[in-house]
């Protein structure tokens, strides 16, 4: 029998933006692909949340900001989406997916959880 692609929260980084305004200035269009149509009604397809975090420097020494998208669905999903997030920021930045922390996300997964039972009632 095939293991099932179980959902779980994953972490995309969006890295080395030359700063918190060039972060925010991808969160626009990361948000309509994730969400194209912000007034529907609930749920969202797959939970999601956008925040600024740190980074490496650049390779020229220079301090960056990534922008950091959680995620709460199947692995397979998750890639998917990563490769969407790179279609939309481009070649320029590096995007990196990971399963995140335990309880890094855990209101997507509570999200995730609540909106389940409520597809399923």
Same mark, same amino acid.
């Given at each position: 029998m095939a &293991? #099932? $692609?179980? =959902? %779980?929260?994953?972490e995309m980084r969006v890295r @080395?933006?030359? %700063? #918190?305004?060039? +972060? *925010? +200035?991808?969160?626009?269009?990361?948000?309509?692909?994730?969400? =194209?149509? =912000? $007034?529907? &009604? =609930?749920p969202c397809d797959v939970p999601w949340g956008l925040t600024l975090g740190a980074d490496e420097?650049? $390779? $020229? %020494?220079?301090? /960056? /900001? +990534?922008?950091v998208l959680g995620v709460h669905t199947s692995g397979r999903r998750a890639a998917? /989406? &990563?490769?969407g997030v790179r279609g939309v920021v481009g070649? &320029? @930045?590096h995007v990196t997916v990971s399963a995140a922390d335990?309880?890094?996300?855990?209101? *997507? +997964?509570e999200q995730y959880r609540i909106e389940r039972a409520l597809r399923q009632s």
């Open positions: &293991a #099932v $692609d179980e =959902p %779980g929260s994953y @080395r933006c030359l %700063g #918190v305004e060039e +972060a *925010l +200035a991808l969160r626009e269009p990361i948000e309509r692909l994730l969400c =194209p149509e =912000p $007034d529907h &009604a =609930p420097p650049s $390779d $020229d %020494g220079r301090e /960056t /900001t +990534a922008l998917q /989406t &990563a490769e070649e &320029a @930045r335990a309880g890094q996300f855990e209101e *997507l +997964a």
